[in-house]
Every structure is written in structure tokens, then in C-alpha cells.
């Protein structure tokens, strides 16, 4: 990468601008920050958080900084239809989550990670699948975003790629450390009221720094066809079905969703997801022009580095005041992020590791919260290690969408479906998480039968996407009723098709064969599950606190 070509800050500068941000970020946990902690605090803010905190915290939690890359690579890459392919499956998984969430805190009102009810649903197998998964994502999740500080930093400064590293790390703990959960709620409202307000300010500027519609409108005989079609089957294909299924995933095996979930008020889950859908939508479909716009005027990324695509375009096109300003949007987007992860992963060490398993639910309150900061420490350690030395965590990546994929459909129905065992569970995970992989890496040559059998699973799989989605709004019947036409559907056209993108067709596979496995196990099995069992076994931690209100 040439950094010639950016615009740089002086040292001193750019240490002044994280220390504003840092430090102001932490000046404003002191406003909430309690001599003596509690534990349900920590988690959760004793599932308490009102419409407008809730809203803004999952909007923010939502937008990473992988967020500002993929949605411009995505315009750039897919032309038109790129930014929403990118920014509206994203949203819509947020809204699809809360039917869901309302059937979590009916259940267990006094959770603070899904891993607490699936514990109490199954036991400590299925409970450790889930939290081993949400570890695993979540430190990917940190390393990711210091890298992404690390990369702004060494771009638009001289400092280097691991100071940015260090800087970030050092920055999101010293602020979530001591009030948890607590503090990141509060933090993501203003860093998302930062990141709006710069948003509406560069996007329009960059805009007319390159001329006006007008130009954008002579850009177009620029376009490919399928760039230029809103409806491209290349953009469907390859960005909007594989990110649709990812997000979906997402949402359900990620603790950073469902802490929210169990900390917002019961009677505000609906608004909270809803206004959260409107703003990721707006704000990522947004950031994806600024892609759109670089094709449009021709601009080549620096080094053929998509990731160069925004720093370069606001470089080139915007005074030192707004690159500033792009600046402390980017870390706040990461930062807000990095912060939910370190309060995800405190929680479920506490509550999943600790609580249930070794305490076997009678914590020691002070020790539990000693945990939880010991998580956040040494997971903001290896997250730096793992961002400083760049290491390659595709596999990894590819391991943890292969099981958040496997688990949706065994996490959905262990909530609604009483037949479902400890054994279908488990067995439904590993079987997905096995064919995932066996598609995913092309095991075995996708051609003939092998490749339509593989075809008809992701079919099923396709299936279960719709058919939960309508489940979810319009009940069992129309859920099944979905599912099935789908899956007639998409066979009928995936059959000879689908074996040409392997990543929507293992992600598809996850889905499919979990289902199936889960359902065929559950059938064999007699035992009807009592779910009032739930309410009695996921207790808050503090003896001297009352529970929540259903």
C-alpha cells in the first residue's frame, strides 16, 4: 500500500484525537460507575435498559468495522445494488431476531446469555457448544477491530500499525473494565449519535467534492450491465444470499445480540429492534455509496486493497476537518463493538462458565465480578496479540459461521418445540458443522450425485431460513407452510446450479442437515419437556436483589 497517497496527521495530532475520544468515553462511564458493583449490573443492567439506550446500543453493537469496508467493497464490487445488499439483510436480521428474543425472556426472564437457558434446557453439553462458539466469535470480533484501528492508524499517521493496536485495546478496556455491560450500553449511545451525525456530514460531502449527481449520473456508462441492474443475479448470488444466511447466523449464535436481548425491558424489545433495523439500514446502506461513488468516478483502490476504498476516496476529496471526523467515526464504530464483546464474553465466563459449571449455581457474587474482569483483561490481551501479528483467522472465521449456521434451527426449536433432546442438539450441531465443512472445503468432488445431494440438503436449508422468518412473525403453521414451499422451490432451481458457489451452498448445508438431524433425533424420543423447569433454573446472582418482572 502506497500511504503516500493519504492524507496524513501529525503524531501528535492523531494521539490527541484518540485521547478525546478515549478519554471522553471514559470521563462518561464515571457518571454511572458504582463503588460496589453487582453482577446482574455487570451483565445486564438488571434487565432494565429503556427504548432509546436499547435501540442505540444494538445499532451500534451492529456496526463494526468491518461494516464501513464491506459495505464499500460491496458497492464498489456489485455496482447499484451493492449498498443494499450489504446494509438491508443486515438490518432485517435485527427485526427478525425479536420474535425470537420475546420467546427467550418469556422463558427465562432473569438470563444474561442464551447459554443460561440452553443449560437449563439441556444441560451443560449444548449450553458449552453455544458458549464456546460465542468466545470464539467474539475474540475474532476484537481482533478484527484492533486490526482495523491499527490499519487506520498507520494509514493517517506515522505512528505504527501496532500502537493503533495497542491504543484501541487499551482505549475500549480502560472504559468497560469496572460498570460492564453497563458502561458499553451507555458509551454506544453517544458513540452512535457520533457516528450519525458524522455520517449525514461525509457522505453528502464526499458527494459534492466529486462534483455533484451530475457527476455520479455521467459515471454510470461506467457501469457493467450487472452493475448497473438493481437487480443483479451476480450481486444476489454472491453477496446477498451468503451475507442474508451469514447475518441470520449472526444473530442468533452471538452473545453480544442476545445480552441485549436480555437486557433491554421486556415491553420495549419491539421498538428497540425495530427503530435499530432503520438505523443500521440507513447508516450501512449509506457508507456503501461512498464504494458506489469510487466506481463511479473510475478510482482504482490503492494496491488493489478494497479496504483502501474509503480512507482513499476521503482522503482525496475532503478538508482535514472532515478526515478527522472520519476518523473518530471509524473508531467509534469499532470501539462501540469491541466493547460489547469484552461485556459478551465477561458474561458468559461468569454465568456460563463459572456460574452454572463450577459454582453449579451458588456464586460467589465478588468472585464472579473478579472473573468477569479477569475475562475482559486477558481477552483484550490476546485480542491485541492475535491483531498484532496479523495472524490469518479465515479458517477460524469459516468455523464459527459454520457453527452459528448449525446451531439456529436446535436454539430456535429447544424454545418452542418440547420434544426436542439433549442428543438432537448436540448430534444436529456436529452433523451440520460436518457437512458445512465437507462442502466448504470441496472434500469431495462436487459433480453428479454427490453435488445434487449436496444441492437438495441446501434446498432444505433454504428452506429453513424462509420458513423461520415467517415462523417467527406469522406463527408455526405459516412457518412450516413457507418452509416447505421453498425448499420445493429452491430445489427445483438450485438442483445443477448451486455446486458453483460453495460458500452459499455450505452455509445452506449447515442449516439444512442440523435441521433434519434435529428433527429426525426429536422424533425418536418420547420425552415431552416441561419449559416451566427454565424459569426456576436461570436465577439472578445477587441473593438480596428481587427478579424480574415478567
Excluded at 470480533?141 to 499517521?157: C, E, I, P
Excluded at 421498538?271 to 457508507?287: D, E, M, N, R, S
Excluded at 458453483?500 to 433425533?521: D, F, I, K, P, Q
Aim: glycine share 10%; aromatic share 10%; with cysteine.
Amino acid at each position: 500500500m502506497n500511504e503516500e497517497n493519504f492524507y496524513q496527521f501529525s503524531t501528535l495530532t492523531v494521539i490527541a484525537l484518540l485521547l478525546a475520544f478515549y478519554g471522553g468515553t471514559y470521563l462518561l462511564t464515571l457518571l454511572i460507575k458504582k463503588k460496589k458493583e453487582n453482577t446482574d449490573a455487570f451483565m445486564v443492567s438488571n434487565h432494565q435498559i429503556g427504548f432509546g439506550l436499547g435501540a442505540a446500543s444494538m445499532t451500534a453493537t451492529w456496526i463494526w468495522a468491518a461494516s464501513f469496508y464491506g459495505a464499500a467493497t460491496s458497492g464498489y464490487t456489485y455496482g447499484i445494488s451493492g449498498p443494499l445488499h450489504y446494509g438491508l439483510w443486515g438490518a432485517l436480521m435485527i427485526l427478525f431476531i425479536y420474535p425470537f428474543g420475546r420467546r427467550f425472556r418469556k422463558l427465562a426472564p432473569n438470563a444474561h446469555t442464551l447459554g443460561e437457558l440452553i443449560h437449563a434446557r439441556h444441560g451443560a453439553s449444548s449450553q458449552l457448544i453455544l458458549a464456546s462458539s460465542n468466545i470464539l466469535g467474539s475474540i475474532i470480533s476484537l481482533m478484527v477491530n484492533f486490526t482495523a484501528s491499527g490499519a487506520l492508524v498507520s494509514v493517517l499517521s506515522p505512528l505504527s500499525f501496532q500502537a493503533g493496536v495497542v491504543i484501541a485495546g487499551v482505549g475500549v478496556l480502560s472504559y468497560t473494565l469496572w460498570s460492564g455491560f453497563r458502561a458499553s450500553v451507555l458509551t454506544d449511545f453517544a458513540q452512535l449519535m457520533a457516528m450519525m451525525a458524522v455520517a449525514i456530514l461525509i457522505i453528502p460531502a464526499v458527494m459534492f467534492a466529486l462534483g455533484g449527481p451530475q457527476t455520479l449520473s455521467d459515471g454510470m456508462s461506467l457501469l457493467t450491465p450487472e452493475q448497473a441492474n438493481l437487480f443483479s443475479m451476480d450481486a444476489i448470488l454472491n453477496q446477498g444470499a451468503p451475507f442474508f444466511v451469514a447475518v441470520l447466523a449472526y444473530a442468533i449464535g452471538n452473545q453480544t445480540i442476545s445480552q441485549r436481548l436480555f437486557a433491554v425491558r421486556e415491553d420495549h424489545i419491539k421498538p428497540t429492534f425495530i427503530t435499530a433495523t432503520i438505523g443500521y439500514g440507513a447508516i450501512v446502506i449509506g457508507l456503501g455509496m461512498i464504494g458506489l461513488m469510487a466506481l463511479m468516478t473510475g478510482m482504482e483502490p490503492i494496491g488493489g486493497d478494497m479496504n483502501n476504498l474509503i480512507p482513499q476516496m476521503v482522503s482525496m476529496y475532503l478538508s482535514p476537518i472532515f478526515i478527522g471526523l472520519f476518523f473518530i467515526l471509524v473508531i467509534g464504530s469499532l470501539s462501540s463493538t469491541a466493547d460489547s464483546d469484552l461485556s459478551a464474553m465477561s458474561a458468559i465466563v461468569m454465568a456460563d462458565v463459572y456460574g452454572k459449571n463450577i459454582a453449579k449455581n451458588k456464586p460467589d457474587p465478588t468472585k464472579m465480578l473478579f472473573i468477569g474482569r479477569l475475562t475482559m483483561i486477558v481477552a483484550t490481551l490476546i485480542g491485541v496479540i492475535l491483531a498484532s501479528f496479523s495472524m490469518d483467522i479465515l479458517i477460524m472465521l469459516v468455523f464459527v459461521g459454520a457453527l452459528w449456521g448449525a446451531i439456529v434451527f436446535p436454539v430456535i426449536a429447544s424454545c418452542f418445540w418440547d420434544r426436542v433432546t439433549n442428543t438432537a442438539f448436540t448430534s444436529a450441531v456436529i452433523a451440520g458443522l460436518v457437512m458445512f465443512c465437507i462442502a466448504r472445503f470441496e472434500l469431495v468432488p462436487m459433480v453428479s450425485v454427490v453435488a445434487g445431494l449436496f444441492e437438495l440438503l441446501a434446498a432444505v436449508g433454504g428452506g429453513v431460513v424462509l420458513g423461520l422468518m415467517a415462523f417467527g412473525f406469522c406463527g408455526r403453521r405459516v412457518g412450516v407452510i413457507v418452509g416447505a414451499l421453498s425448499a420445493i422451490v429452491l430445489a427445483y432451481f438450485s438442483i445443477g446450479f448451486l455446486r458453483e458457489y460453495t460458500v452459499l451452498l455450505a452455509s445452506l448445508m449447515a442449516y439444512g442437515v442440523s435441521t433434519l438431524v434435529c428433527v429426525a433425533v426429536s422424533l425418536m424420543s418420547s420425552s415431552k419437556f416441561d419449559f416451566s423447569q427454565i424459569d426456576q433454573k436461570v436465577i439472578n446472582y445477587d441473593p438480596a436483589k428481587p427478579a424480574a418482572q415478567r
